[in-house]
C-alpha cells in the first residue's frame, strides 16, 4: 500500500522568496514520485518525477524536488517564487499500472 | 488547443438521476483514467483503462460505470446519483500503463447533487 502525506495544507510567502513544499510516503516496493501542479478550476498539470539515479529532478518552471531514501521524503522547492505560482500543489506515488496514488494538497498563496 | 476534452465542465443532477461524463484525448495514448476530487478527499484514483480494457477499478460502488467505444474515449456513466457523489471528476491519459508514464489530465467536470 502506498501513502503519501503533505504535512502542510497552507503555505505562504512573499514574491521572490525561496519555498519547500514537503511530502513523504510509505511504500511497499519500486515506486515513481511525482509532483503536480492545480491551478484554481483547472486540472493538473505534470512538474517532475523521480524513479532512480540523481535524488534532485529538476522540473519546468525553476521547480526542482530531492528524493531522499531516509527520511522517505521527496520535497519540492524553488528558489524564487513568483505570483503565478499561486495553486495547489499535489505529490503523488504509483506504481502497479501507473495508478497515482495523490497526497491532500499544498495550496500555496505568493504575495505581491 | 486542450489535449483532452470533458463535458460538460459543469453539471447539476438531481438525487436518483444518471448523468453521463465525457473525455475524448486527442494525445494519441493508450491508457485512460478517471480520478476524482472532492472536499472530503484528496484526488482519489476511480478506474483505468489500457486498449479500451478496464485494467483497474479502485470504485466501490457499481454506479460507477466507464465507457469506451474507441479508442481515445473514455466516458463515465454514474447512475443513482446521490449528494455525495458531488465532486470534479477529472480523466487523464498516458501513453500505456508503464510505471511512470506521464499522465495528462483534463480541466474536469464540476457535479453537484441536489
Known amino acids: 500500500t502506498q501513502t503519501v502525506s503533505q504535512s502542510d495544507a497552507h503555505v505562504t510567502v512573499f514574491e521572490g522568496d525561496s519555498v519547500e513544499l514537503r511530502c513523504n510516503y510509505s511504500?511497499?516496493?519500486?515506486?515513481?514520485l511525482s509532483w503536480y501542479i492545480q491551478h484554481h478550476g483547472r486540472g493538473l498539470q505534470f512538474l517532475l518525477k523521480?524513479?532512480?539515479?540523481?535524488?534532485v529532478v529538476q522540473g519546468v518552471n525553476g521547480f526542482k524536488a530531492e528524493f531522499s531514501k531516509s527520511d522517505s521524503s521527496f520535497h519540492l522547492r524553488k528558489a524564487s517564487v513568483h505570483w503565478s505560482d499561486s495553486a495547489v500543489y499535489f505529490c503523488?506515488?504509483?506504481?502497479?499500472?501507473?495508478?497515482?496514488?495523490f497526497g491532500s494538497g499544498t495550496k500555496l498563496t505568493v504575495e505581491p | 488547443d486542450p489535449k483532452i476534452i470533458q463535458k460538460p465542465k459543469y453539471l447539476v443532477a438531481v438525487t436518483g438521476s444518471e448523468k453521463i461524463l465525457i473525455c475524448e484525448q486527442y494525445?494519441?495514448?493508450?491508457?485512460m483514467y478517471w480520478y476524482r476530487q472532492s472536499a472530503k478527499k484528496p484526488l482519489e484514483f476511480m478506474f483505468s483503462y489500457s486498449y479500451q480494457k478496464l485494467m483497474d477499478n479502485q470504485t466501490a460502488s457499481s454506479r460507477f460505470q466507464p465507457q469506451s467505444s474507441k479508442k481515445n474515449h473514455l466516458d463515465l456513466q454514474i447512475t443513482a446519483l446521490k449528494p455525495d457523489d458531488s465532486a470534479t471528476y477529472f480523466c487523464a491519459s498516458s501513453q500505456d500503463l508503464a510505471g511512470g508514464s506521464d499522465y495528462t489530465f483534463g480541466s474536469g467536470t464540476r457535479l453537484l447533487v441536489i
Open positions: 511504500y511497499g516496493g519500486s515506486i515513481y
Open positions: 523521480y524513479y532512480s539515479g540523481n535524488p
Open positions: 503523488a506515488v504509483s506504481a502497479n499500472y501507473n495508478v497515482l496514488y
Open positions: 494525445l494519441g495514448h493508450n491508457a
